[in-house]
């Protein structure tokens, strides 16, 4: 038991202080004459006193009611007992709805065995409690803020979905904080709790403080026992088209299997494998020589389907290598990872491969970095160093003023008139460039088409606001389409709930009914979402998120329409053995069951002290 306002212990002076005042007190008599003693009993002892002062003597109802002052000074100082629980005065559900938590435990998966726990907690909630509910996805979201109402957040729970995408389990934690920081004020000394309900299969969290809060880490599941198709890619060799499949078994003993591998809905191989425990294998099917599309799919008694489909395209330039050299520029970089086709490296200085004739990189972008010659079909400058095919630098101009644009594929839906800019190179257009966006300084766009395409934008972006501006992405979007040519038009391969967006003014329908659509699927893979949604385009772009379960989606684009494959594809779900410890921040957090939660202790006290009141007064009554 502890107290939670140990402060009240110190009523106790005034208060039995005050007691024994008053037995100090004596009675003040008057003398009466009487005809006989023996008339009267036994001189009564002393119970009342209404003058100063006499000897303490032993008294037992003083020390009833001494006993009984001291009882209701313990309840002022709040004692607590500690009790089994998931719910505490304030608590934070983070609920874990990645790919991992599909996982097939006992009949159900993690995740609905999450759901329950969480159910179950919000309904041992005591009257006061706030629960809040979190939702740890790709991208988190609050389901529910905090309230005192259970049947509230109850609601609020059953909005919650799986997902077969990654979980950002750090960035859900922090939310988490920042809410029990802002609004927990008021619950008990040891602050809210946050309560994560996962299996524990997410990347380390750095840069995390629960601050006054504290993490409770319920762990779910038990099984180990996966394979997960860990790449799919196809490629010319000496012998023809042919596609590169591995598959890798992430539990501890051997697991038979069958890999499909279809080419435009036509199965092309077919082979039976045993995988070891820990050991990965690797197919190489022949393809036909007009292959678009690649499905694979593993038949095998595991225990995660999600990492049993995979999905690529039958031309190997469908994909969009891309070389970012930067000394850092996380606006640039999350701009290209929104394209569903882009594979990115990063590098601070250009290694010598890209210059090599068989580079395998399509677009190198030079960020604020002299650009220098590559092999690439396309280049993207930004900055105000070096020489470029689009022209040449002389000198800068600081704080130009937009002019004028002209229609072009790159510059469409983007708006330059807001943006400001420390400072702009002076370009001199070369021979076949092109300027797109005129400022009071000259040039703000640049492009030169031929059999290399370039496009320069002669500003440093940190040196500017076009990052924080709309149009940024619309413009990276555009420029990797001018750039790559039309490779990868008709077929996009993404990874679940990582928004992708793409350049249009008409109006979108994103649909998940894979079948009739010309996915080359095999019948047993049915898209993920029923029905369709129409998207509208917000300043000429859309972006799509809907897409949370791994499959075939189509998107029509007024008489046209692009295939869209999501796939899994990643080592840190498909590692599906629970953790009973996780790293948060800087140290561990180890697994439990229950927890234990302190709760007020007054009613047991409250009772002692009401049958300690009625002692005495039975006292004070037969004695006087």
Known sequence: MSLQNPAGLLWAIPV?????????????????????????????????????????????LMFVQMLAAMVLVLLLARPQCAQDGLIGET??????????????ESGSTRFEEGLRVAAEAIASAKPGDRIAIIEAGTIPRVVSPLTNDPSRAKLALETVKPSDGESDVGEALRLASALATSLGKGSNDAGARILLLSDGCFPDVENFSAGNSKVVFRAIGKRADNL?????QAGKTTRGNEAYLSLRNYGDSAIPATVNVYADGELVDSQKTSVAGGKTVGFTPRLPTNAKLLTAEVKAEDALAADNFGATSGDPNAALNVLLVSNGNPFLERALLLDPRVILDRTSSLPAEAKNPESKYDVVIFDDIAAESVSARGVLVFGTQGVIRSGRILGSEPRPVYRSA???????????????????????????????????????????????????????????????????????????????????????????????????????????????????????????????????????????????????????????????????????????????????????????????????????????????????????????
Request: hydrophobic share 45%; with cysteine.
């Open 228 to 232: 997960a198709i860990t790449a799919f």
């Open 406 to 624: 002209q229609e072009h594929p790159v510059v469409r839906g983007v708006d330059f008139a807001g943006v400001a800019i420390e400072s702009l190179a002076k370009v001199t257009p070369g021979a076949g460039a092109k300027e797109l966006v005129e400022s009071s300084a000259g040039p703000l766009v640049l492009v030169k088409d031929g059999t290399q395409r370039e496009v320069c934008l002669p500003f440093g972006l940190l040196k500017s606001d076009f990052p924080l501006q709309v149009g940024f992405p619309i413009l990276i979007a555009n420029s990797l389409d001018f750039l790559a040519g039309e490779a990868g038009k008709d077929s996009l391969f993404v990874r679940p709930n990582i928004p992708f967006g793409f350049p249009t003014d008409e109006a979108v329908t994103f649909s998940g009914e894979s079948k009739g659509l010309g996915f080359g699927l095999p019948k047993e893979w049915t898209g993920p979402v029923p029905g369709a949604k129409v998207i509208t385009p917000v300043n000429s772009s859309v972006t799509l998120r809907d897409h949370r379960r791994i499959g075939g989606y189509s998107l029509a684009i007024g008489g046209s329409k692009k295939q869209v494959l999501v796939t899994l594809n990643s080592e840190v779900e498909s590692n599906i053995r629970p953790r009973s410890n996780v790293n948060l921040g800087s140290g561990q957090v180890a697994a439990t069951a229950s927890p234990l939660r302190l709760s007020d202790a007054h009613r047991p006290i409250l009772l002692a002290l009401l049958l300690l009141l009625a002692v005495e007064w039975w006292m004070f009554a037969r004695r006087s």
């Open 91 to 104: 608590t934070v559900l983070v609920i874990d709805v990645s790919a991992s938590m599909n996982t097939r």
């Open 16 to 60: 039995l202080g005050a007691i024994l005042v008053l037995y100090l007190l004596r009675m003040r008599r008057r003398d009466v004459r009487i005809p006989a003693s023996f008339l009267w009993q036994a001189q009564p002892e002393e119970i009342r006193a209404n003058s100063l002062f006499q000897r303490l003597r032993p008294n037992p």
